[in-house]
């Protein structure tokens, strides 16, 4: 923690203006997720409480190395502070001269996270799951954050020792859009899917083939001036895709079947066409939402799923940092009410021991008598 608050007071000004506008959005929105604990009496004498409660340890798996990404970090960390986790240890690898980003802990330490394991990969996500204790590192209840395919490959591997969030990694995006959209517009959101690393695909679906070729046109324009062009040309040559559909509907289909992490619509009808897209981590609206804008700045948690699992799983959000246990509180009232139901329904099942703890304890308050 002394390393980590020296890097805290060693920020640029500015990065740390902006690390801290950041954090408080993600605060925010945040704050209103964290699930509520309920009770009901589902008849006289049999009350059921799903009580929420935070983890006690939770750790953030922050991809780094080649880049600092403190946007993962704060994305990672600010829900478990919300959620109330008493242990917070990130984990997260140096670059090839074994530094990590004073960036990075300069956030780490404005977060006051516990401790900060340096490494990547597979073997970090081991670091976590099993503990260092000769470096008085406990293992965590749940790892969290995203990763490239080595790391999520690692969270499958671990989990059932420890929780997972989900896999969300390698990044991908999906843009739907049509005219009137603006073409340059659209391949900006593409060229910037692109530069999450050479795995990442970049998905244009239109209805519109003159649509299409401007925007072909319009990326083949941004990369002839990108500053890190090589990373962008691999990833659009590899995964980057053109989808032309005949009709509006099948786009729609398309994306939903697709499910991706990032979905940007620019496409009119505009909000009808947003209220039909369920499958997706995080839905980006109009021509002035850029994934960049969620990727940073605007609250909403870029930890997302991939890989299709956008079908069935949502974003990294606070209820990953904590759980429900079910409390049943029954009287003698209660009980009786519920006896006959519990006896022929294990009767049923031939579970006999079932029925006789129920039936027999009020044979036994009829002997004591």
């Not at 750790?59 to 959620?83: D, F």
């Not at 899917?193 to 990326?219: C, K, M, N, R, W």
Request: some cysteine; glycine content about 10%; hydrophobic content about 45%.
């Amino acid at each position: 923690r002394d390393d980590l608050d020296a890097a805290r007071d060693a920020l640029d000004p500015a990065v740390r203006a902006a690390l801290e506008h950041a954090i408080a959005n993600v605060t925010a929105f945040a704050q209103i997720q964290r699930p509520p604990s309920t009770r009901l009496t589902i008849a006289p004498g049999v009350e059921i409480e799903r009580r929420w409660s935070p983890l006690a340890s939770v750790g953030s798996y922050v991809p780094g190395g080649s880049a600092p990404y403190p946007s993962s970090l704060v994305m990672t960390v600010v829900p478990a502070l919300v959620a109330g986790v008493e242990r917070i240890v990130v984990a997260t690898p140096a670059d090839r001269d074994g530094v990590v980003h004073p960036v990075l802990l300069g956030a780490a330490g404005l977060l006051g996270v516990d401790a900060v394991v340096v490494a990547g990969g597979a073997q970090a996500i081991g670091a976590l799951a099993y503990g260092l204790p000769e470096a008085g590192i406990e293992p965590v209840d749940r790892i969290v954050g995203p990763g490239n395919a080595w790391v999520t490959a690692a969270k499958i591997e671990v989990c059932g020792e420890v929780g997972i969030d989900l896999p969300a990694g390698p990044s991908e995006g999906l843009v739907l859009a049509a005219p009137p959209a603006d073409p340059r517009r659209v391949a900006l959101d593409l060229i910037t899917q692109a530069e999450h690393g050479p795995d990442s695909p970049a998905i244009l679906v239109t209805t519109d083939i003159a649509f299409a070729d401007a925007v072909e046109g319009a990326v083949n324009d941004l990369l002839a001036s990108a500053e890190r062009r090589a990373i962008l040309v691999r990833s659009l040559s590899e995964h980057g895709r053109i989808v032309l559909a005949p009709t509006l509907d099948a786009a729609v289909a398309f994306a939903n079947d697709y499910g991706p992490e990032h979905c940007s619509v620019d496409m009119e009808p505009l909000e009808p066409v947003v209220e039909r897209l369920r499958n997706a981590g995080s839905l980006f609206v109009g021509p002035w939402a850029p994934e960049s804008a969620g990727d940073y700045a605007t609250g909403a948690n870029h930890v997302l799923p991939t890989g299709g699992l956008a079908r069935s799983s949502g974003g990294l959000a606070v209820e990953a940092y904590g759980k429900f246990t079910q409390v049943q509180r029954i009287t003698r009232e209660g009980l009786a009410g519920l006896a006959t139901t519990v006896a022929t329904l294990a009767e049923v099942e031939g579970l006999l021991a079932h029925r006789d703890a129920v039936t027999r304890r009020f044979e036994i308050e009829d002997t004591d008598r």
